[in-house]
């Protein structure tokens, strides 16, 4: 019964940082990627950032040098620090978890991030 749960979302004005949590739970697999989708009405869920057991992360060219993803392997945690927040980062976050071959994948309920003045 593997769970992951996201904290940190919610209203923040242009310019303004927010700080993502995400902790898995009950893994019954290792874990090799961890990372964040995000979503807006009526978009398809694109490609945040993701970091894996090694640290090597990926992050898309919107948010790079903004955005910062980064995790504790021991816990089973990822964050991420969003700096420089535009309009255009409102969304809901989904938090993100696979094993190495991505046959085990799972994913958070979602945090609502709102970037407005």
């Known amino acids: 019964q593997v769970q992951l749960v996201e904290s940190g979302g919610g209203l923040v004005q242009p310019g303004g940082s927010l700080r993502l949590s995400c902790a898995a739970s009950r893994t019954t697999f290792s874990i090799y990627t961890m990372g964040w989708y995000r979503q807006a009405p009526g978009k398809q869920r694109d490609l945040v950032a993701t970091?894996?057991?090694?640290?090597?992360?990926n992050l898309a060219d919107s948010v790079k040098g903004r955005f910062t993803i980064s995790r504790d392997n021991a816990k089973n945690t990822v964050f991420l620090q969003m700096n420089s927040l535009k309009p255009e980062d409102t969304a809901v976050y989904y938090c993100?978890?696979?094993?190495?071959?991505?046959?085990?994948?799972?994913w958070g309920q979602g945090t609502q991030v709102t970037v407005s003045s």
């Open positions: 993100y978890a696979a094993n190495l071959y991505t046959t085990y994948t799972y």
């Open positions: 970091v894996t057991t090694s640290a090597r992360t």
